[in-house]
């Protein structure tokens, strides 16, 4: 482990560095599987940074009970210390054939892959507008706010959208997820004409991305230009 670094009060940037020997092989969007040290206490993450650098690899640890990974990084854990990297696996990555705008869409922590994937897209210079929706459930929840805007400021046609939960009512049979995305939805409406043309990656909780995906193809959106991955 090279630091630890709170992002916020429930979520914990675990920053690893590798030997120079194994460097990590992946695509930007996939996951891996830590495990802290021979037998002990394992989790899957998605890998946060750019696989343009397999040395120094980012993940977003949310804080979760009974969760034996998460709560020794909660609990501190010592500089040097071991966490082996398996894999990587998933197909959550950027279709660099596509010549279509890129509209990325995060719930809360899932904008750790969401953020591999920008990171990649800048890396290769992509040639196409780039949109971002991020919704979090609460009021500053939005832990990389300023990274975001300094996309903007850097890129030529990038737009930052954040979205944040309400305190109104959820609907019948609503999940706090599909309520999440009920927002975004209304805020992709507003920019329908827009995002007509536009591969959409999705990342989040399982009620949160089918739901996305309800209104996308409802909107007309063809299921080979949606690409998802799913907060387990």
């Not at 400021?153 to 939960?165: E, K, N, Q, S």
């Not at 305190?167 to 009920?182: D, F, I, K, M, V």
Request: net charge negative.
């Amino acid at each position: 482990m090279h630091k630890l670094s709170p992002l916020t009060t429930d979520l914990m940037a675990l920053h690893l560095r590798t030997p120079r020997s194994r460097v990590l092989r992946f695509l930007s969007g996939q996951k891996v599987t830590l495990r802290l040290g021979e037998g002990g206490a394992s989790a899957t993450h998605w890998v946060a940074s750019c696989a343009c650098d397999g040395m120094n690899l980012r993940f977003h640890i949310p804080r979760a009970t009974h969760n034996p990974f998460a709560e020794q990084v909660f609990a501190g854990l010592a500089r040097g210390a071991k966490i082996d990297v398996d894999g990587p696996s998933g197909d959550f990555v950027l279709d660099e054939s596509s010549s279509r705008a890129t509209v990325f869409v995060a719930y809360d922590a899932a904008f750790a892959p969401i953020s591999a994937l920008i990171e990649h897209a800048i890396n290769i210079d992509w040639p196409h507008p780039m949109r971002l929706y991020w919704y979090t459930p609460r009021p500053g929840g939005h832990y990389h706010d300023n990274y975001c805007r300094s996309w903007v400021d850097a890129l030529d046609d990038f737009r930052f959208i954040p979205v944040t939960g309400t305190q109104e009512p959820l609907n019948a049979g609503e999940s706090l997820a599909s309520h999440g995305a009920r927002r975004v939805a209304a805020r992709l409406a507003g920019d329908r004409d827009e995002l007509a043309d536009s591969d959409f990656y999705l990342a989040g909780p399982s009620d949160f991305v089918a739901a996305l995906e309800s209104s996308l193809s409802a909107a007309g959106v063809a299921p080979e230009r949606q690409h998802t991955s799913i907060d387990e």
